[in-house]
């Protein structure tokens, strides 16, 4: 395996990674000849251990033919049936999250008179976001694009999907059971929910403590309150919200779409014309200029600048009133 790697993932779906071990000659090492093979994984913002997967201190999980990973008796190919826990989110309310997965390994070899050590660190790219494109439909805009060049797209969708949510102030990918926390001032009778359209409510508490495990937690009959679902808008009918940090807590379902095949196609156009115009001007990174051929120049607008058709698809995807 090369010393390190990175792929996409769907947070808590399995899947499988699959390498090499070799020595330092880039010679598979057959089972026979490996001492030790371990796997520490980790979360990237927190460094907190993700699944069990150490030792309890600061070393790996053994993993020589156990805990979901495989290794062949003469090839050196390793298997590893990542788990749904391997690709949880800490964060639930982040775009993405990165796991790093460090696999260790120790070995004989007859160079040597003492065991050999090697380490190959995967990184886990968790998509926490709806995709709003896709590399397919950038491709269809932009013939040239080669297949060789589809990570760079996809990091481009992903940064825009991010920059759209933080523009529209809301979340687009569908969910179940998500728990949002308000903290309304004295006055307020409404509040907006971050993932919309809203499919259902499961519960509405208020906790002037904001604790909500105690006599102060109360629950909102359904009668008190009224949800305007398609602008994730819940407010109260006879009173206002208590007041206070964190003293509203609502759990509900929605979001715009389970996958990019159900986002509007306005929405999926633009981000497909943004995604196209970043990738065309990739190269063009601080320039603001540019002199022509006959004499004169001509102003660009910065590399990453968004599309003034793009802001206007965005503009109608944000909130209308709070």
């Known amino acids: 395996m090369a010393q390190t790697s990175q792929s996409r993932y769907e947070p808590g779906v399995s899947s499988v990674f699959t390498g ?25 913002a927190t460094g907190s251990v993700i699944n069990s997967r150490s030792d309890g201190g600061s070393g790996g999980q053994n993993i020589k033919n156990t805990n979901n990973v495989s290794v062949a008796e003469t090839s050196g190919a390793i298997t590893w049936n990542i788990q749904p826990g391997d690709l949880s989110v800490v964060d639930s309310d982040a775009s993405f999250s990165e796991h790093i997965a460090e696999i260790t390994w120790t070995y004989s070899h007859t160079d040597f008179s003492t065991l050999q050590t090697a380490k190959h660190t995967h990184r886990l790219h968790i998509q926490n976001y ?48 998500i728990t949002e926390y308000f903290s309304p001032t004295f006055d307020k009778w409404h509040v907006r929910l971050s993932r919309y359209p809203v499919d259902s409510i499961v519960s509405v508490h208020e906790d002037l403590l904001g604790s909500y495990n105690g006599t102060s937690n109360i629950e909102v009959d359904q009668e008190d309150y009224d949800l305007v679902g398609n602008e994730g808008i819940l407010k109260m009918r006879f009173r206002q919200f208590f007041n206070g940090v964190k003293s509203l807590r609502v759990v509900y379902n929605g979001g715009l779409a389970n996958d990019v095949g159900g986002v509007p196609m306005d929405l999926r156009l633009a981000a497909t014309r943004q995604v196209a115009y970043w990738f065309t001007r990739r190269n063009q990174i601080g320039v603001s200029e540019i002199s022509m051929r006959r004499g004169g120049s001509q102003t660009l607008s910065e590399p990453m600048e968004l599309l003034p058709d793009v802001r206007v698809v965005l503009e109608d995807y944000s909130p209308r009133f709070v």
């Open 130 to 177: 709806l995709m709003l494109c896709t590399f397919e439909d950038v491709k269809q805009m932009l013939t040239s694009i080669a297949d060789a060049q589809q990570p760079l797209v996809e990091n481009l969708i992903e940064a825009f999907s991010e920059r759209a949510e933080r523009y529209t102030n809301r979340k687009f990918r569908k969910k179940t059971n």
């Open 20 to 44: 090499l071990l070799k020595d330092h000659n880039g010679t598979v090492i057959p089972l026979a000849n490996i001492s030790t093979l371990t796997l520490r994984l980790t979360d990237a």
